[in-house]
């Protein structure tokens, strides 16, 4: 079974405007980490904001916000006032703490693919 | 300025002949990781190192071997490489790989013809 689950393989927002990206998780381990990152098309993995399982507050920075609910287990990020430099593919991602295999594993989802319109 | 380089940034290559991505970080980070990243696949780990000759496998480390003598450097090597070996590329690393951020270096397109 998928543990990370992005749900919207693309999306269109228009300048100016908030959008969410979706994101669904899978775990039953009770402390972990949840990563957004965007990957703009030169390739490079950008981190934008991090949720600890034990946080009590959404995080936020910036412009980005993390919709963190964890009895849904959904994690998603908000990006509010869109800029055409906000296109770009944004991953979803999860470490568990005490995972028994490979410690320290990011678990990705496949991606949502964000394209700003002027 | 806090980093992680990789180079190259692009490689093409022929199958069987070995090669070396190199990896270094200097933020003096315990824990370092490489990805793979493939179309419909998403980014998968091939090998991880929670310190200096402590290194162990990721979920796809067949083909793939790594090395980590000192702390800021983390090779991965393809002994024989193969077409199907050819993906996208990031070494990565956190300061302890469990309660800190990822930071990933800027990447390596690889091409096995």
């Known amino acids: 079974a998928q543990k990370i689950t992005q749900t919207q393989p693309g999306m269109f927002v228009q300048e100016k405007e908030a959008v969410t990206l979706d994101c669904t998780y899978d775990?039953?381990?009770?402390?972990?980490?949840l990563f957004w990152y965007k990957q703009p098309s030169s390739g490079e993995m950008i981190f934008l904001i991090y949720?600890?399982?034990?946080?009590?507050q959404n995080a936020t920075e910036g412009r980005y916000s993390l919709n963190f609910q964890k009895a849904r287990k959904s994690a998603n990020l908000v990006i509010s006032a869109s800029q055409l430099g906000d296109s770009a593919m944004y991953f979803c991602?999860?470490?568990?703490?005490?995972?028994?295999?490979?410690?320290?594993?990011?678990?990705f989802g496949k991606g949502t693919k964000l394209s700003v319109k002027p | 300025e806090a980093q992680v380089t990789q180079n190259p940034r692009y490689l093409i290559t022929v199958t069987g002949k070995k090669l070396t991505v190199t990896c270094s970080q200097n933020?003096?980070?315990?824990?370092m990781s490489w990805y793979r990243q493939d179309p419909g696949l998403g980014l998968r780990q091939i090998y991880y190192?929670?310190?200096?000759?402590?290194?162990d496998k990721g979920d796809v480390p067949e083909g793939y071997k790594v090395s980590r003598k000192e702390k800021r450097n983390f090779p991965l090597i393809l002994e024989s490489p193969s077409p199907n070996q050819t993906s996208l590329y990031f070494c990565?690393?956190?300061?302890?790989?469990?309660?800190?951020?990822?930071?990933f270096g800027s990447g390596t397109r690889l091409t096995v013809v």
């Open positions: 990565a690393s956190s300061l302890d790989g469990e309660f800190y951020g990822y930071t």
């Open positions: 775990t039953s381990d009770p402390s972990y980490g």
């Open positions: 949720q600890g399982s034990y946080d009590q």
């Open positions: 991602a999860m470490r568990e703490v005490n995972y028994g295999g490979s410690q320290g594993n990011l678990i």
């Open positions: 933020m003096n980070h315990e824990y």
């Open positions: 190192s929670m310190n200096v000759e402590v290194t």
